[in-house]
T-cell receptor
């Protein structure tokens, strides 16, 4: 059974800092790993998707890496801004067995960037 | 439509009543997911469809919960005899996912259910 864990549970930083959010997963048989953002009272917005054959993906100030063999992914946010404040969730898409096609989420990291 | 559409966006119902939640996925998307998010909690997997079939129903909390998908498009999640613990946001997502591929998953805004 896939289990996804995110560390830290919450993070508060001053504007301008670079930061790293961590995600680990127990079953390496994945198609991909996605990072999402959730604002209060809203649905989820996909930020980055890394296929299992890839090592990293970049979009603007965001960079996500994937080390499938060790079951880890990181989301790097450069030069953080107050508008980055949200909950960040990672999710692994299972590739095999009875959990084929199932997207398993971590509990999320609540990020607060203060001016 | 341009995105995943869910209805109703908000629903307040009395304990014991049945509710139906609807999800209209992005056109052409083969995979459809239902998740539940309780206040302050993470996302709980409920059910996943590939086309009209559900390979994984393991997340449905009880036999009061059921879901169907017809025509490979719209899906309905039905909760019978609602209980207060069913209060949550029910999120639907879809992706273009022919077997063997994993693509970006897009979420709707959710249906906020309150059972009083």
């Amino acid at each position: 059974k896939q289990e996804v864990t995110q560390i830290p549970a919450a993070l508060s930083v001053p504007e301008g800092e670079n930061l790293v959010l961590n995600c680990s997963f127990t079953d390496s048989a994945i198609y991909n790993l996605q990072w999402f953002r959730q604002d209060p009272g809203k649905g989820l917005t996909s930020l980055l998707l890394i296929q299992s054959s890839q090592r990293e993906q970049t979009s603007g100030r965001l960079n996500a890496s994937l080390d499938k063999s060790s079951g880890r992914s990181t989301l790097y946010i450069a030069a953080s801004q107050p508008g980055d404040s949200a909950t960040y969730l990672c999710a692994a898409l299972n590739a095999g067995g009875t959990s084929y096609g199932k997207l398993t989420f971590g509990q999320g990291t609540i990020l607060t960037v203060h001016p | 439509g341009a995105g995943v559409s869910q209805s109703p966006s908000n629903k307040v119902t009395e304990k014991g009543k049945d509710v139906e939640l609807r999800c209209d996925p992005i056109s052409g998307h083969t995979a459809l997911y239902w998740y539940r998010q309780s206040l302050g909690q993470g996302l709980e997997f409920l059910i996943y469809f590939q086309g009209n079939s559900a390979p994984d129903k393991s997340g449905l909390p009880s036999d009061r919960f059921s879901a169907e998908r017809t025509g490979g498009s719209v899906s309905t999640l039905t909760i019978q005899r609602t209980q207060q613990e069913d209060s949550a946001v029910y999120l639907c997502a879809s992706s273009f996912a022919p077997k063997g591929a994993g693509n970006t998953i897009y979420f709707g805004e959710g249906s906020w259910l309150t059972v009083v």
